[in-house]
């Protein structure tokens, strides 16, 4: 079985690498192969078109990416695929070596209670995973960023969040862990059904707290500064039927100079998020439909349908440990040095089923959000009929973010939760079904219709 699982993941991760040929490599003239900063991407767009394309729906060139995006491009998915054979070498190491049942024997005998020594086992086993995955994290998310021109952190920010983290993770593990433990002890039959369901359950909870208690512990959220823009926002959220949304910025330049923004929460903790990154590159016009986008995300339920998706790929994962799991461990069990899926020591079995699920999963969760941010993008158009500032604010995004226009299609297919930026961008040029007199696919949500 161990071998079948890392045949599955060895084959998608080859397949991925296989089609990195493909993507995109024509680079562009020698000009702009020198670099255009996105806040002259506007300018350099303009002194290459007629007037007419500062009107409202003229049509904006895809750009070709630059050399260093390309390469940062490369060098991402390189890290991307040694990310995911990672997340599932580092708990298969743990699992079939005995370290894991050792591990839940220390934790035993540290912790008085079962509850407590859960919590033991899992802070033990996040440090191990920590420290194994510490290269692999330092120069994905530290070094390359540097090398980029596309970090701002200092070492000591990045190990402080990172660290932070960590102490999440053993919180949220731990408390899963407790529950599920005690359900496949009380019901050997149907514990996948009801763990399925409180896994569930957690993912749409820690969607609703993440915006207050998680996010603030790694930067500071404010109410937008710029009145101006905040009374345009407001004006936006009354046509979409958003009256009180809750609007912040986020002091993201602390840590990055790309640029985004987002919706999170779910019911009164739903929140759209600036960066503050993003407010400062991007002219009024290009906010204004950047914030249509988020407003669609809002009143399109897509948080809701995003949770329900991971939900249901955890179910998944737990029905496939519930179908294997236990002829794994009766097998190997004086190898694995535990003899139950309720064991400490079977954690990291369930962690190693869950990143090979999330893995071969990834094709259809990613599928299901490039329709929501699709949907969001024509919602965004609909409610500003501003195509031109919706095309520039891509190019602005592709520029700044070193972004391709046309990634490769498997790489696409495994790691693209958006549309591609070049197919962003062919959309806000064609899409206008009111210049034909047609109404729009959500026109009818808008006030003052």
């Known amino acids: 079985m161990k071998s079948r699982i890392a045949a599955v ?8 690498c296989a089609s990195l040929a493909s993507a995109e490599t024509n ?3 020698a000009e702009a192969a020198a670099g255009v900063s996105a806040g002259d991407s506007t300018t350099a767009l303009l002194t290459n078109t007629p007037e007419q394309t500062v009107e409202r729906f003229a049509s904006v060139p895809v750009p070709e990416p630059s050399e260093k995006a390309v390469r940062f491009y490369r060098s991402g998915v390189a890290w991307w695929l040694a990310s995911e054979a990672w997340s599932c070498f580092v708990p298969a190491v743990i699992l079939f070596t005995g370290c894991s049942g050792w591990l839940g024997r220390q934790a035993k005998r540290l912790g008085r209670w079962d509850f407590a020594a859960t919590f033991v086992f899992v802070l033990l086993y996040l440090l191990i995973a920590y420290i194994l995955s510490f290269p692999v994290s330092y120069f994905r998310d530290y ?4 090398d980029y ?5 200092s070492f000591v920010r990045w190990l402080d969040h990172s660290l932070r983290k960590t102490v999440v993770n053993v919180m949220v593990f731990g408390a899963v862990f407790v529950v599920l433990r005690e359900l496949i002890r009380r019901s050997p039959r149907r514990w996948w059904v009801y763990c399925s369901v ?10 609703f707290i993440y915006p207050v208690w998680i996010n603030p512990l790694f930067n500071r959220f404010r109410p ?4 101006q823009l905040e009374a345009d926002i407001g004006a936006l959220a009354h046509r979409a039927g958003i009256d009180g949304a809750h609007i912040y910025e986020v002091d993201k330049s602390a840590d990055t100079k790309q640029m985004n923004a987002y919706v999170n929460g779910l019911g009164s903790t739903k929140r759209i998020v600036l960066w503050d990154t993003l407010l400062a590159k991007l002219d009024p016009d290009e906010l204004r439909v950047v914030m249509a986008h988020e407003m669609g995300h809002y009143v399109l339920r897509h948080v809701l ?7 249901l790929i955890y179910a998944l994962s737990i029905w496939l440990i519930y179908r294997f799991g236990s002829h794994i461990i009766s097998r190997l069990s004086h190898r694995l040095g535990f003899a139950s899926l309720s064991d400490l020591g079977a954690v990291p079995l369930f962690l190693l089923f869950v990143a090979v699920g ?3 999963t990834a094709p259809l969760f990613n599928a299901a959000s490039r329709y929501t941010e699709h949907e969001a993008d024509r919602f965004a158009l609909e409610m500003t009929h501003h195509n031109h500032a919706a095309a520039l604010s891509f190019v602005n995004v592709q520029q700044q973010n070193l972004g391709v226009s046309r990634p490769a299609f498997l790489e696409h297919l495994w790691r693209g939760t958006h549309p591609s930026l070049g197919d962003r961008i062919d959309f806000a040029n064609s899409y206008q079904p009111w210049t034909e007199g047609k109404p729009g696919k959500y026109e009818h949500l808008f006030k003052g219709n």
Do not use: E, T
């Open 224 to 227: 937008m500064q710029d009145k």
């Open 305 to 311: 349908l995003r949770c329900l998706s991971r939900a």
């Open 143 to 146: 070094v390359r960023l540097h």
């Open 9 to 16: 993941v060895l084959l998608g991760l080859g397949l991925v």
């Open 358 to 360: 999330m893995f071969l």
């Open 198 to 207: 409180f896994v569930g359950g957690v993912v749409f909870f820690m969607a």
């Open 27 to 29: 680079l562009p003239h």
């Open 149 to 153: 021109g596309l970090s701002n952190q």
